[in-house]
């Protein structure tokens, strides 16, 4: 069943819901005390909007927003719209219309939800088009994941699809050239041409990519690595590989 209600907390992700969705706000509560430069914004949206708010003890924060980094201020409101399979042909669609080509990025079951949040803040400072997980095994779009995205979570769909292979044999019907990433492959992030149509696949923590996803791949590359450390957090890699498809783009 379909949940009626979200909470949201975070100074960015609540400033950028109401900016973008302010319908969907039922009530916003505020720390006692706290009505320094960088909560007064929330508030004045708040009213503009004529969302009902709250002055409430850090106690009922902590409790709404079970214990996480609230930053003095937590709301409830109705769930935003879920991006699946069937989403992705207009997502492209709206993509080429905007006279850009197509850009996704794809996580292969990333089950950590400050790296969502961190790949959502990512993509959308790289222009990404959309994200697509897979609905089971990986992390979702939680109350924790919007603070960790500063916003980026209102401003990238992130679209959750029950087959991954299938949504990538779907997207290369559509045109897209999709580059995995993979430490057991020669080929170097900065040796491919990475420009046109694409999506870009990062694995899970630790395990990569599962191997009917890493099939699905037009081309794998890896991330050369200098020093004695064999891995980037999944979040950081993310950043590198699409800042560098962002680069070559530009120079096209």
């Known amino acids: 069943m379909a949940k009626s209600e979200e909470i949201v907390f975070g100074i960015h992700a609540i400033t950028e819901l109401i900016k973008r969705s302010p319908e969907r706000f039922k009530e916003l509560w505020l720390l006692k005390g706290r009505e ?19 002055v409430v003890p ?23 719209k879920t991006y699946t399979e069937a989403d992705l042909d207009s997502i492209y669609l709206d993509a080429e219309k905007a006279g850009r080509d ?4 794809i996580l292969d079951g990333l089950t950590d939800p400050h790296n969502l949040g961190a790949c959502l803040r990512n993509a959308d400072a790289a222009g990404v088009d959309a994200i697509v997980v897979p609905k089971d095994n990986a992390a979702r779009l939680t109350a924790t ?23 990538m044999k779907q997207l290369q019907q559509m045109g897209l050239w999709i580059v995995g990433t993979a430490g057991e492959t020669d080929v170097s992030l900065y040796d491919v041409k990475l420009t046109g149509p694409m ?15 890493r099939e699905h791949c037009d081309q794998l590359v890896k991330l050369p690595m200098a020093g004695a450390v064999s891995s980037l957090n999944v979040s950081v890699a993310t950043g590198i590989c699409l800042y560098e498809i962002v680069r070559q783009r530009k120079q096209a």
């Open 58 to 80: 850090r106690k009922v924060l902590d409790d709404k927003s079970k214990g996480e980094q609230h930053q003095g201020v937590v709301a409830k409101v109705a769930p935003g």
């Open 102 to 105: 197509p850009f996704f990025l």
């Open 36 to 54: 320094d430069d960088r909560v007064m914004p929330i508030i004045n949206l708040a009213r503009k909007y004529k969302i009902p708010v709250q």
């Open 145 to 167: 994941v919007r603070k960790v995205a500063v916003g980026a979570a209102e401003t990238v769909p992130l679209v959750q699809v029950t087959n991954l292979s299938r949504a």
């Open 199 to 213: 999506a870009l696949v990062m694995g899970a923590e630790g395990k990569g990519m599962r191997r009917l996803t």
